[in-house]
């Protein structure tokens, strides 16, 4: 679970913006990988750094890293690195091939994080197409969303603050009656 562990600290970094320290546990995961020959660990470890080069608007190698999943891995990717294509393949011009991975993205969804990435890339696609019609909807859209997840995130902390209040009601309670049984059996003893 250690690899795992470390996999989500990556991720962690990456999400809170400490670009190095995520770069660096990415490389020593991806060296563990490589090294134990874990073939499914090291592709998502890869495709996952290749959305931190993506943040760090490093496109031409997260492209590359991205398209190397697929010749040297044989491995499908996830509908946020297929978005991250569109997105790429958008900003540097080539429409077809944005369009294409666009619609794959699409296809693959399959959780509010995938939609999210491709509203983004569908965004800049419209944008730089001049749909500024579909760009405004789009964006709107991602307006919902977030206000969306923000009240997801707080029913769910609600949610796990009742559930541990509910959690220690029932720890005392049952150690209340555990004390009241060991006076029961002092008395009878």
């Known amino acids: 679970h250690k690899k795992y562990a470390y ?20 490389n020593e995961l991806i060296d563990s990988a490589a090294l134990n020959c874990d073939t499914t660990f090291l592709v998502e470890v890869i495709e996952s750094y290749s959305h931190l080069l993506w943040n ?9 890293i991205l398209k190397s999943i697929q010749i040297n891995y044989k491995q499908p990717l996830s509908a946020v690195s297929l978005a991250h294509l569109a997105d790429i393949y958008t ?6 091939s944005a369009s294409y991975y666009l619609s794959l993205a699409k296809l693959n969804a399959s959780c509010h994080r995938d939609s999210i990435a491709i509203m983004i890339a569908d965004y800049n696609y419209s944008f730089i197409n001049e749909d500024y019609k579909k760009a405004i909807s ?7 969303n977030l206000n969306t997840s923000t009240k997801e995130i707080w029913d769910q902390s609600v ?29 009878i003893t």
């Open 56 to 64: 760090n608007l490093k496109h031409y190698q997260s492209k590359q």
């Open 159 to 187: 949610m796990t603050l009742q559930r541990d209040y509910f959690e220690s009601q029932t720890k005392n309670a049952n150690l209340e009656v555990e004390s009241k049984k060991n006076q029961i059996l002092l008395i």
């Open 138 to 144: 789009i964006q709107q859209k991602r307006i919902d």
């Open 7 to 26: 996999f989500a600290l990556a991720i962690a970094y990456n999400n809170n913006g400490n670009f190095k320290e995520s770069e660096y546990v990415y």
């Open 91 to 96: 900003k540097e011009n080539i429409q077809d």
